[in-house]
């Protein structure tokens, strides 16, 4: 399979994964939420009102297109529009590894949704380990595809992390869903060296 | 890029005589009603493809096409006509001259019928709302009870706002471009600059100068002013530098550099057009247009629309900045209404939503055509 679809098949997983735990008629905000595919999903099939927010001029043309509202802006400055608690559900898939001091956007996000879903890439998945281990380098495959001189700053953390962060930071895991290095199947056995990519649902 | 077509050819306006009295917010009235309008394209069978074009303070209802022998089209043939993202083989595109204006519809300077004399000062003082209710009338002379769109840039986009709560079930979209839900107070400070270099020219009279004699100088210094506004310091420093007209100075007063001839060139040809007292009024409506309302809450004002909305800021316009548009869609999005906000890379400043640019059509396509 190319890169591309390898992809591919992982944002779909990604958004069915998500999906689940959404509630018909659910207010959802998505941060981050690229071409809108997955507000696009969820409307189609939940029928969330829903808002999306990403910085790209590019990607917010995409959602303009299908129809979806979106807003124009860094997620920072999109959370600071919204009362506490104003949205069911508020997602942030493959965003938190991009962002400034992710700690504040994600105290903000819990400020205003009820539920937050979290999707992030384990950094402690075991290819990650040998290429350090073995040959003291940084991973490019279809997951990291940018060698370092070519790519948006970009933070590497482990399912671990996140998990300590969310225990010193009274922050409840209501759901853990890990899935293995393909994004295909859900696994359950030593998460932090085998799960590749990982969906929370927490609240405060 | 989609294609970008051709023109809509020849076009002529039409006038919409109404022989009601129509009466302002303000409780004033006037004993009948001239609206200037041109339209393009064609009205469908289920009259639902209309689109409401809302010009700006120096604007009119000639937005597309030429007139006869006209070198020049109008001010925004390259965003309408067949083929273009306001797309007249799809759209039936309406545009009228704003109640006060000076290009045919009834304004200060038309006749009042119970004195013969021009209003001037008479006239009453308008806001954006009685625009908006002159337009309404408009659309009922047309038969159309539902609009595809109501599009406006800068005091057009407050039009297009006052669109969708004044009558909240006739626009299915609004596109709200460069503008914002009250001025700032810099830009109360400029309008203010602007009618006092009017009212203190000698020709003023209190408003009842003459067609042959009107505050001429008043008005184009007024103009010169506003229009730097309108532009920014990259786009100048682009288009003019520090070039000269001539490397000899001369007198104090002749000119020097490139800008400056461009500035009187703007100042000048604007008096050929343009009505002092309609400049006064559009500039009033401009600094009392005001949604957020005594409880300082936008809010308040958007409770009943029904419309999608997009707003556009453009990020070189320190007029009607980015923030300002932002606030419009915050403002709706916090109600739970269909609302987006998109910016546009843009050096030129506030006139930057009448200039081409790709992703800015390619925008405006998009927004119209979804369902």
Same mark, same amino acid.
């Given at each position: 399979?190319?890169d591309?679809?390898k992809?591919?098949?992982?944002? #779909?997983?990604?958004?069915? =994964?998500?999906s689940?735990? @959404?509630?018909? &008629?659910?207010?959802?905000?998505d941060l981050?939420?690229?071409?809108?595919s997955l507000?696009q999903l969820?409307?189609?099939?939940?029928q969330?009102?829903g808002?999306?927010?990403d910085?790209?001029?590019?990607?917010?043309l995409?959602c303009i297109?299908?129809?979806?509202s979106v807003?124009?802006?860094?997620?920072d400055q999109?959370l600071?529009?919204?009362?506490?608690?104003s949205?069911d559900?508020?997602?942030?898939s493959r965003?938190?590894e991009h962002?400034?001091?992710a700690?504040n956007?994600i105290e903000?996000?819990l #400020?205003?949704?009820?539920? =937050?879903t979290i999707?992030f @890439?384990?950094? &402690?998945f075991?290819v990650?380990?040998?290429?350090y281990?073995?040959?003291?380098n940084?991973?490019?495959?279809d997951v990291?595809p940018?060698?370092?001189?070519?790519?948006?700053?970009?933070?590497l953390?482990?399912l671990n992390?996140?998990?300590?962060y969310?225990?010193s930071?009274?922050?409840r895991?209501?759901e853990r869903?890990c899935l293995d290095?393909?994004?295909k199947?859900?696994c359950s056995?030593?998460?932090?060296l085998?799960?590749?990519?990982?969906?929370?649902d927490i609240?405060? | 890029?989609?294609?970008v077509?051709?023109?809509?050819?020849?076009?002529?306006?039409?006038?919409?005589?109404?022989e009601?009295?129509?009466?302002?917010?303000?409780?004033?009235s006037?004993s009948?009603?001239?609206?200037?309008?041109?339209t393009?394209?064609?009205l469908?069978?289920a009259k639902?493809?209309?689109i409401?074009?809302?010009?700006a303070l120096?604007?009119?209802?000639?937005?597309?096409g030429f007139?006869?022998?006209?070198?020049k089209?109008?001010?925004?043939?390259?965003i309408i006509g067949?083929?273009?993202?306001?797309?007249t083989?799809?759209?039936?595109v309406i545009s009228?001259?704003c109640?006060?204006?000076c290009?045919g519809?009834t304004g200060?300077a038309?006749?009042?019928?119970?004195t013969?004399?021009?209003?001037?000062?008479?006239?009453?003082?308008?806001?954006i709302?009685d625009?908006?209710k002159?337009q309404?009338?408009?659309?009922?002379?047309?038969g159309i009870?539902?609009l595809?769109?109501a599009?406006?840039?800068?005091?057009?986009?407050?039009?297009?706002?006052?669109?969708?709560?004044?009558?909240?079930?006739i626009p299915q979209?609004v596109?709200i471009l460069?503008?914002?839900?009250r001025?700032?107070t810099?830009?109360?400070a400029?309008n203010?600059?602007g009618?006092?270099a009017?009212?203190q020219d000698?020709?003023w009279?209190?408003?009842?100068?003459t067609?042959e004699?009107p505050?001429?100088?008043g008005l184009?210094?007024?103009?010169m002013?506003?229009h730097?506004t309108y532009?920014?310091n990259?786009?100048?420093?682009?288009?003019?530098g520090?070039?000269?007209r001539?490397?000899?100075p001369?007198h104090?007063t002749?000119v020097?550099?490139?800008?400056?001839?461009y500035l009187r060139?703007q100042?000048?040809?604007f008096?050929?057009?343009?009505?002092a007292?309609t400049y006064?009024y559009f500039s009033?409506a401009?600094d009392?247009f005001?949604?957020?309302?005594?409880e300082?809450?936008?809010?308040?004002a958007?409770?009943?629309?029904?419309a999608k909305?997009?707003?556009i800021?453009?990020?070189?316009d320190?007029?009607?900045?980015?923030?300002?548009?932002?606030q419009?869609i915050?403002?709706l999005?916090?109600?739970?209404?269909?609302?987006s906000y998109?910016?546009?890379e843009?050096e030129?400043?506030?006139?930057s939503?009448?200039?081409e640019s790709?992703h800015y059509f390619n925008?405006?396509?998009?927004f119209?055509?979804i369902?």
């Amino acid at each position: 399979m190319t890169d591309q679809r390898k992809e591919q098949a992982k944002r #779909r997983t990604d958004q069915m =994964v998500i999906s689940r735990g @959404i509630q018909q &008629g659910d207010k959802v905000l998505d941060l981050g939420c690229g071409r809108g595919s997955l507000l696009q999903l969820l409307i189609r099939e939940k029928q969330v009102q829903g808002i999306g927010v990403d910085n790209d001029p590019t990607k917010v043309l995409e959602c303009i297109r299908k129809g979806i509202s979106v807003y124009q802006s860094d997620v920072d400055q999109a959370l600071n529009i919204f009362p506490d608690q104003s949205f069911d559900r508020v997602i942030l898939s493959r965003t938190i590894e991009h962002l400034d001091h992710a700690g504040n956007t994600i105290e903000q996000a819990l #400020r205003v949704g009820k539920r =937050v879903t979290i999707g992030f @890439i384990n950094h &402690g998945f075991w290819v990650n380990r040998l290429n350090y281990f073995l040959k003291g380098n940084r991973t490019i495959n279809d997951v990291y595809p940018d060698p370092w001189y070519n790519s948006a700053p970009v933070t590497l953390f482990s399912l671990n992390n996140f998990e300590e962060y969310c225990h010193s930071h009274n922050i409840r895991i209501h759901e853990r869903i890990c899935l293995d290095g393909n994004w295909k199947n859900e696994c359950s056995l030593f998460p932090n060296l085998l799960a590749g990519y990982v969906i929370v649902d927490i609240s405060r | 890029m989609e294609s970008v077509e051709g023109s809509v050819g020849i076009v002529s306006p039409q006038d919409f005589i109404s022989e009601e009295p129509f009466t302002f917010l303000n409780g004033e009235s006037i004993s009948n009603l001239t609206i200037r309008y041109e339209t393009y394209g064609s009205l469908n069978e289920a009259k639902d493809n209309g689109i409401l074009i809302c010009h700006a303070l120096s604007g009119d209802h000639h937005c597309a096409g030429f007139h006869e022998d006209a070198k020049k089209p109008g001010w925004w043939d390259n965003i309408i006509g067949p083929g273009k993202p306001i797309d007249t083989e799809k759209y039936f595109v309406i545009s009228s001259n704003c109640l006060g204006g000076c290009q045919g519809t009834t304004g200060p300077a038309s006749i009042d019928p119970s004195t013969s004399e021009p209003y001037n000062l008479k006239f009453p003082r308008l806001t954006i709302a009685d625009m908006v209710k002159a337009q309404k009338l408009l659309l009922d002379h047309l038969g159309i009870s539902t609009l595809h769109a109501a599009i406006g840039g800068s005091m057009g986009g407050m039009q297009a706002m006052q669109w969708m709560i004044q009558y909240p079930e006739i626009p299915q979209k609004v596109l709200i471009l460069a503008s914002t839900a009250r001025q700032s107070t810099q830009a109360i400070a400029f309008n203010e600059v602007g009618r006092t270099a009017i009212h203190q020219d000698p020709a003023w009279h209190h408003g009842n100068y003459t067609k042959e004699k009107p505050p001429a100088t008043g008005l184009s210094i007024a103009r010169m002013m506003a229009h730097i506004t309108y532009l920014s310091n990259r786009g100048l420093e682009t288009k003019f530098g520090r070039d000269r007209r001539k490397q000899d100075p001369g007198h104090l007063t002749d000119v020097e550099f490139e800008v400056e001839s461009y500035l009187r060139y703007q100042g000048q040809s604007f008096v050929n057009r343009f009505d002092a007292n309609t400049y006064l009024y559009f500039s009033k409506a401009l600094d009392t247009f005001d949604l957020y309302g005594p409880e300082n809450d936008l809010t308040q004002a958007f409770k009943e629309v029904q419309a999608k909305v997009l707003a556009i800021g453009f990020t070189s316009d320190w007029l009607f900045p980015p923030e300002e548009n932002q606030q419009i869609i915050q403002a709706l999005l916090k109600l739970g209404k269909k609302a987006s906000y998109a910016e546009i890379e843009s050096e030129l400043g506030h006139d930057s939503f009448l200039l081409e640019s790709e992703h800015y059509f390619n925008t405006v396509r998009a927004f119209l055509e979804i369902k």
